[in-house]
């Protein structure tokens, strides 16, 4: 299966991503801050990363810049998971690469046709 990345501060949510997506059979990792997610993304191969945006040290745009203008990474898809809910969050999002802008408190169908979607692509 595949081996996704969850990039998220609250434990809450770390713990509830970890309950959806439970049953899928990928592999998580997790990273509490965006350095150790930047580290994490450039020494280990992902299939996906869920990015929180707003975390510690690194928020979630700018992993999800570096991801998407990095040659080597750039293909890895990308699903934005956040409290920030303006339609101008969302878009600016959209401008640094995310595949996806989903918005907290997030379904776990809509969370799970998501990584289904850009796992098969």
Same mark, same amino acid.
């Given at each position: 299966?595949?081996?996704?990345? *969850? #990039?998220? =501060?609250?434990?809450?949510?770390?713990?509830?991503? $970890?309950?959806?997506?439970? @049953?899928?059979?990928?592999?998580?990792? *997790? #990273?509490? =801050?965006?350095?150790?997610?930047?580290r994490?993304? $450039?020494?280990?191969?992902? @299939?996906?990363?869920?990015?929180?945006? *707003?975390?510690?040290?690194k928020?979630?745009?700018?992993?999800?810049?570096?991801?998407?203008?990095?040659?080597?990474?750039?293909?890895?898809?990308?699903?934005?998971?956040?409290?920030?809910?303006?339609?101008?969050?969302?878009?600016?999002?959209?401008?640094?690469?995310?595949?996806?802008?989903?918005?907290?408190?997030?379904?776990?169908?809509d969370l799970?046709?998501?990584?289904?979607?850009?796992?098969?692509?």
């Open positions: 299966m595949a081996k996704i990345l *969850i #990039a998220e =501060d609250s434990p809450t949510d770390i713990q509830y991503l $970890k309950t959806v997506l439970a @049953d899928t059979g990928h592999n998580l990792s *997790i #990273a509490t =801050d965006g350095e150790e997610a930047e994490m993304i $450039k020494s280990e191969p992902f @299939d996906l990363v869920i990015l929180d945006v *707003i975390m510690p040290k928020n979630g745009f700018q992993i999800c810049r570096e991801i998407k203008k990095d040659e080597k990474l750039k293909n890895i898809p990308v699903i934005m998971l956040t409290s920030k809910i303006q339609e101008s969050d969302k878009l600016w999002g959209e401008k640094q690469g995310a595949d996806e802008y989903l918005r907290k408190p997030c379904e776990p169908i799970l046709l998501a990584v289904k979607r850009h796992l098969n692509k």
